[in-house]
């Protein structure tokens, strides 16, 4: 592709010197997981987050079961609700620990988890409510926030695609106990592998969740000693590394994603056949995703221009065999299952230049024409 829909190695190249200093270090003196990287990644990604504190861990799936079993939500009578447009992994992070996921559909503009919806729908099982700002554009987190309390459910907020994010000039952390990361290499801040976190709006709950991480093992690790239900998802120190190096460019990649974004926004407000999506203030933009009429048409015409495209997602996770406990069938979640077959993730990454989001969008344009 002349346009990939992603290119990380920009943004590796921006990273790298800063990176290989502290590898040198850490070849130097091995200590290769929960060491002193990782304990600094976590002191640093909550301060740049605004959260009490973080605990690291193997990837984003991991971070959302971790969250669960902290809260004792694991088992089948427990119901987790959540939205149905989603990356598989929220779900997976839901039905890891053993509970039971469950759906609720979409708000038909913003595409994110309609609160009404869900509050129509959960019934008196609910034990939790994961939130996902997907692309980047953040929930409606105060009605999602007054949906959980007065159901006595957890609120976790899926930010695997929301690094930076915040709602109504707060941090992500003011609205409910957890707020969960991955740092998959596409992310907004990525590693060269997998990692994860969990920011907390206070720090009562980090020593159990940093046992849980680690076999359910402490305080003394020497002792090998499982005492909680834990699971093994730590952040490796060279990915910790990693992250450190960075992390202080994430405000800067996130406002250079505004910006394309806008072009986009500008580029394609009068094209027929598309239709922008809104972005709520303290959005970060991880994706720019457009609905297409005649997806599959577009994308083949761009990629025969050698733009490459992407779809975030093609099925609504209700329609999945792995969730298929959930009861649902198709035609439950009809906004849902509509998104699904118009998104489409137009290339994004925070050095495209701005040539290359002119002749996406022209060409996108001609193809309606
Ligand atoms: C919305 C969302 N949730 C959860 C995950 C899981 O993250 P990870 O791949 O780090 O397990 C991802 C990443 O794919 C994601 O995009």
Redesign the pocket.
């Known amino acids: 592709m002349r346009i990939p829909v992603i290119d990380l190695s920009t943004g590796i190249a921006e990273v790298r010197a800063a990176w290989e200093g502290r590898l040198e270090r850490i070849l130097a003196d091995p200590h290769l997981i929960l060491g002193p990287e990782g304990a600094a990644f976590e002191g640093e990604f909550a301060r740049a987050t605004g959260a009490a504190q973080v605990v690291a861990c193997g990837?984003?799936?991991?971070a959302?079961e971790l969250c669960l079993r902290e809260s004792g939500v694991t088992r089948g009578s427990d119901e987790v609700w959540t939205t149905p447009l989603?990356?598989p992994?929220?779900g997976i992070?839901i039905i890891s620990p053993g509970a039971s996921i469950r759906f609720a559909d979409i708000d038909p503009v913003t595409l994110l988890l309609d609160p009404d919806d869900a509050g129509n729908r959960a019934t008196r099982r609910i034990k939790a409510l994961v939130a996902?700002h997907?692309y980047g554009h953040v929930c409606e987190m105060g009605r999602l926030r007054t949906l959980a309390r007065s159901r006595g459910a957890v609120l976790i907020q899926?930010a695997?695609?929301a690094h930076g994010a915040s709602f109504q000039a707060r941090p992500l952390t003011a609205f409910g106990r957890f707020v969960t990361y991955?740092?998959?290499p596409t992310?907004n801040l990525g590693c060269l592998g997998?990692?994860?976190a969990i920011a907390l709006g206070s720090g009562t709950v980090a020593a159990r969740l940093s046992s849980l991480r680690d076999g359910g093992r402490g305080p003394r690790t020497a002792d090998m000693i499982s005492r909680l239900k834990g699971i093994n998802s730590r952040l490796d120190e060279v990915q910790a590394a990693y992250l450190r190096a960075a992390l202080p460019r994430l405000g800067e990649w996130n406002a250079r994603r505004g910006a394309i974004a806008e072009g986009y926004d500008q580029r394609l407000a009068g094209c027929p056949g598309v239709t922008l999506l809104p972005r709520p203030p303290g959005s970060v933009n991880h994706l720019y995703v457009v609905r297409a009429k005649r997806r599959e048409r577009l994308r083949e015409f761009l990629a025969a221009r050698g733009i490459g495209t992407g779809v975030h997602y093609p099925v609504p996770l209700h329609l999945h065999p792995a969730f298929r406990l959930c009861g649902l069938k198709r035609g439950d979640l009809p906004h849902a299952e509509r998104a699904a077959r118009e998104v489409l993730s137009l290339p994004m990454w925070p050095q495209m230049a701005p040539a290359l989001v002119d002749e996406v969008a022209e060409a996108i344009c001609r193809f309606y024409c």
């Open positions: 990837n984003g799936t991991a959302i989603t990356a992994f929220t992070g996902v997907l899926d695997a695609q991955s740092f998959y992310k997998d990692g994860g």
